[in-house]
């Protein structure tokens, strides 16, 4: 993209020590450039925008946080971002909101890779002289999904609420003849309700005939025919995200970014998108073999007491560098079951529907060896589509999973003597820094919630956010030794 430094308006009020100065002057973008262009054709369609402009107005987005309305304002009236988009001081209506919806939708969210962007922010870090540890902090942010969970429950009881809505308008008579609402929050009662509702409106031909007219009630029915089980996995494939636990106490419905920060510099090395019920353990050599991907040495991994295992231990040995974390306090070997997965932070089992275990009790096998029983609420679980599956009638409706205590191995007791050194308590003192860069990319790049849909629509908030971040982290670094250069 060629720049119009030399007009005289821009040479007159640009702020040379801006974000977007630096961008425009210092960063060359034709490799992340090249990969969007992929989704572009140059024979078919009409003439559109040029990619260079996309790709920087993505990147404004992310780093002010902005509506698409409010962007498109903003970059109209602001010299350093026009500055930044290659346009002239005089230049208006260059895209509009409608384009920046359209594409994000359909062109960057198939195929923009959050490593991908990673990477490419790492190389400019690394051809600037910034500096790298080989020390990586990881651990899992929380991003709140854009919609709200919804029970199956609730969901027949806002097509109720708006069947009701229009009798108390047209026949309070049969309204008056309807059992009372539902206050419990059971999926049984509300079906049942639904289905007195229904079989009243039928009697009554006219009524009948003109509730017909109305969507909900057509729906409604539908839901009816197709039974409670049925709209549980339809309810599945709807809710776009999963209910994860931050601990035993504490739920959220949406999504987990696994990432890893060097705390010498504070720039993200990797980062993965998954689902809110992904297990932390599950990813971790997945997000330490990205890390090395992405260019980054290891010598050390540090994190909390989710990140630390048989595999995770091994892996350290062969590869030859230090895992810092907190093992559990007694040695627990948890069961592997493909409905089941033991979530660390909660201390909980999550089964496959993304439900968490209510109960957990001490027993013994007939050889005298100690278990922990880890048990579902049954009201969850009877109308649980996987409940074939699961345990659920076996176990008389308490789906169960066990978790043997084994004897403590010698990769465990080493583990734990390592953790008392003195240079495993120096790393361990560093991890307060990639909570400082969780707090960051939720209050500042909008990583707080959702902006899109699906796991594939975090993987694309992803890959912006993270990439804007590191871009303002090598910013502020380079203009802080720029100025004890100076000094």
Same mark, same amino acid.
């Given at each position: 993209?060629?720049? =119009?430094?030399?007009?005289?308006?821009?040479?007159?009020?640009?702020?040379?020590?801006?974000?977007?100065?630096?961008?425009?002057?210092?960063?060359?973008?034709?490799?992340?450039?090249?990969?969007?262009?992929?989704?572009?054709?140059? $024979?078919?369609?009409?003439?559109?925008?040029?990619?260079?402009?996309?790709?920087?107005?993505?990147?404004?987005?992310?780093?002010?946080?902005? /509506?698409?309305?409010?962007?498109?304002?903003?970059?109209?009236?602001?010299?350093?971002?026009?500055?930044? =988009?290659?346009?002239?001081? +005089?230049?208006?209506?260059?895209?509009?909101?409608?384009?920046?919806?359209?594409?994000?939708?359909?062109?960057?969210?198939?195929?923009?890779?959050?490593?991908?962007?990673?990477?490419?922010?790492?190389?400019?870090?690394?051809?600037?002289?910034?500096?790298?540890?080989?020390?990586?902090?990881?651990?899992?942010?929380?991003?709140? @999904?854009?919609?709200?969970?919804?029970?199956?429950?609730?969901?027949?009881?806002?097509?109720?609420?708006?069947?009701?809505?229009?009798?108390?308008?047209?026949?309070?008579?049969?309204? @008056?003849?309807?059992?009372?609402?539902?206050?419990?929050?059971? #999926?049984?009662?509300?079906?049942?309700?639904?289905?007195?509702?229904?079989?009243?409106?039928?009697?009554?031909?006219?009524?009948?005939?003109?509730?017909?007219?109305?969507? +909900?009630? #057509?729906?409604?029915? $539908?839901?009816?025919?197709?039974?409670?089980?049925?709209?549980?996995?339809?309810?599945?494939?709807?809710?776009?995200?999963?209910?994860?636990?931050?601990?035993?106490?504490?739920?959220?419905?949406?999504?987990?970014?696994?990432?890893?920060?060097?705390?010498?510099?504070?720039?993200?090395?990797?980062?993965?998108?998954?689902?809110?019920? +992904?297990?932390?353990?599950? #990813?971790?050599?997945?997000?330490?073999?990205?890390?090395?991907?992405?260019?980054? /040495?290891?010598?050390?991994?540090?994190?909390?007491?989710? *990140?630390?295992?048989?595999?995770?231990?091994?892996?350290? #040995?062969?590869?030859?560098?230090?895992?810092?974390?907190?093992?559990?306090?007694?040695?627990?070997?948890?069961?592997?079951?493909?409905?089941?997965?033991?979530?660390?932070?909660?201390?909980? *089992?999550?089964?496959?529907?993304?439900? @968490? @275990?209510?109960?957990?009790?001490?027993?013994?096998?007939?050889?005298?060896?100690? =278990?922990?029983?880890?048990?579902?609420?049954?009201?969850?679980?009877?109308?649980?589509?996987?409940?074939?599956?699961?345990? *659920?009638?076996?176990?008389?409706?308490?789906?169960?999973? %066990?978790?043997?205590?084994?004897?403590?191995?010698?990769? %465990?007791? +080493?583990?734990?003597?390592?953790?008392?050194?003195?240079? %495993?308590?120096?790393?361990?003192?560093?991890?307060?820094?990639?909570?400082?860069?969780?707090?960051?990319?939720?209050?500042?790049?909008? %990583?707080?919630?959702?902006?899109?849909?699906?796991?594939?629509?975090?993987?694309?908030?992803?890959?912006?956010?993270?990439?804007?971040?590191?871009?303002?982290?090598?910013?502020?670094?380079?203009?802080?030794?720029?100025?004890?250069?100076?000094?």
């Amino acid at each position: 993209m060629q720049l =119009l430094a030399d007009t005289p308006l821009y040479q007159a009020i640009l702020f040379k020590d801006d974000f977007y100065f630096f961008l425009a002057t210092e960063i060359d973008f034709t490799p992340l450039e090249e990969k969007i262009a992929k989704s572009f054709s140059q $024979e078919m369609g009409r003439l559109g925008t040029s990619v260079e402009l996309i790709s920087r107005i993505f990147i404004i987005k992310h780093n002010e946080d902005i /509506a698409d309305r409010d962007l498109i304002k903003k970059c109209t009236t602001d010299m350093q971002m026009k500055f930044f =988009l290659g346009l002239k001081p +005089e230049d208006t209506g260059f895209i509009t909101h409608s384009t920046l919806t359209k594409l994000r939708k359909n062109h960057f969210i198939s195929f923009l890779d959050v490593n991908a962007c990673i990477k490419f922010t790492l190389d400019i870090a690394k051809s600037k002289g910034i500096a790298f540890s080989g020390n990586h902090l990881i651990d899992s942010t929380h991003t709140n @999904s854009k919609f709200n969970f919804k029970n199956p429950w609730e969901y027949i009881a806002s097509f109720i609420k708006k069947i009701n809505d229009f009798l108390n308008d047209f026949s309070k008579e049969t309204l @008056s003849n309807l059992p009372n609402i539902p206050v419990q929050h059971n #999926n049984k009662i509300w079906f049942d309700y639904a289905k007195k509702l229904v079989e009243i409106i039928k009697k009554d031909a006219k009524l009948n005939e003109l509730m017909q007219a109305k969507k +909900e009630y #057509n729906r409604l029915v $539908e839901i009816l025919e197709d039974g409670l089980d049925a709209l549980t996995i339809e309810i599945q494939n709807i809710n776009d995200a999963k209910v994860g636990y931050k601990n035993s106490i504490a739920p959220f419905y949406g999504f987990k970014t696994h990432i890893g920060v060097d705390p010498e510099n504070l720039l993200i090395t990797g980062a993965i998108a998954t689902l809110g019920n +992904e297990s932390d353990y599950k #990813n971790a050599i997945v997000l330490i073999n990205q890390i090395r991907e992405n260019g980054c /040495a290891i010598n050390a991994i540090v994190g909390d007491k989710a *990140y630390w295992g048989v595999d995770l231990i091994e892996k350290a #040995n062969n590869e030859n560098w230090l895992l810092v974390s907190d093992p559990e306090k007694r040695y627990q070997e948890h069961k592997e079951h493909p409905y089941f997965t033991y979530n660390k932070d909660s201390k909980t *089992y999550i089964c496959l529907a993304g439900n @968490s @275990s209510s109960s957990v009790w001490q027993s013994k096998t007939k050889a005298g060896a100690k =278990l922990d029983v880890y048990s579902f609420k049954a009201s969850v679980c009877r109308t649980c589509p996987h409940k074939e599956k699961c345990g *659920y009638v076996e176990h008389h409706g308490r789906p169960r999973v %066990y978790s043997r205590f084994v004897e403590a191995n010698s990769l %465990y007791l +080493e583990h734990i003597k390592k953790n008392a050194t003195k240079e %495993y308590k120096e790393l361990k003192a560093l991890r307060f820094l990639i909570e400082q860069k969780n707090a960051d990319l939720k209050s500042n790049y909008g %990583y707080r919630i959702s902006t899109y849909q699906k796991e594939i629509g975090m993987n694309m908030q992803a890959a912006f956010s993270i990439m804007t971040c590191n871009l303002k982290r090598e910013f502020t670094i380079l203009s802080k030794s720029n100025r004890q250069k100076t000094t």
